[in-house]
């Protein structure tokens, strides 16, 4: 504009037919996009489904939560169910067990017998033998380990057989480990969500005021985060006796305090944000600016948090049943059978075998399964192919 200015008699002396219109035939458009827009959970989604791991995990987790729900009620025997004449039975699957592939077909191995007695039908019904091991003579008797098949061996027909086996009491070990998951997983998750909501809660609060009061607040996380968790289980079993509800308390009592920092870490994130302090100047209130504009910034790492809570419970769940402090007989957890097989453990192993998978199986798949969802909800990564 200066330099019109100072040239003004200048640039009007040339000729308007000099200049000519650029683009004038053309339109001129927008840049077309080259793939649909997408929200926040479906790229959330987009990307968790390319973590194979965790997808396979997830599948792993519903299947497993399929047979806590159902699995008790798959067969006739009930979990308290006791058949004191078919104690320690070994698992048996019909389908499998014609496959002839030596698993769950009921074989089981009798060690120092005397080969002699092997033709007496009323100690070794027909059919019942499947293989001799290991003869040798001792004080001039030939011993032999005798491999059978159990249930033919106790007199059972082929359609009676326990699945997963039988325990010390004859109870159903495929019924009580079902049993057992249902419970495991229901403690563990109410507790993870009594946790996040406690947690939030004082989270919140701590990280949106900060100062003082934030500094009282944490205080009293680092005292309460102090006390042993036996001591509390001990307390409240006292107070409050052996069952559920001390056992989720247990788990409540201290681990909201991890949710708690954590959510106080995004407040102190998100809380000096521009639009947090727009609608400060608008007038809207704490409450409203806590729940509705800065937590739901906090929404993907609270979920991821909870994900990986929950094998965490569930352990814990399980070692507090192991050393006597959980659910009493005759209620099933994992922990309890863990317990309860270890016992026999170089006789029967399957008593432990299949609770020790089960428990496996839940803690990896929950942690994969929190690993994936860690990384879909990572705002870094938002729109990354």
Known sequence: MVLYEHNKEKYDAIPKELFRLVQKDEELHDVEFKTKPIGFFMDVWLRFVKNKASVVAAVIIMIIAFFAIFGPGM????????????INMPSKIPFIAKLDIGLFDGGFVLENRKYDNLNDPAKYPEGSVLAIRNPRLVSGERIVDVEVDYYKYMGLDDDECFWFGSDYLGRDIWTRLWRGARVSLIIAIVSVCCNVVIGVVYGSISGYYGGKVDMVMMRITEIINAFPRIVIVTLFIMVAGTGMFSIIMSLVIKDWVDTARMVRSQFYRFKGREYVLAARTLGVRDMALIFRHILPNSIGPIITSSMIAIPSAIFAESFLAYIGLGLQAPEPTIGVMLSQGQK????????VVFPAVVISLLMISFNLFGNGLRDAFDP??????
């Open 75 to 86: 067969n006739e025997y009930r979990y308290d169910e006791q058949h004191t004449n078919l």
């Open 380 to 385: 870094t990564l938002r729109g990354a192919e």
């Open 344 to 351: 026999v453990l170089l006789h029967y192993p399957t008593q």
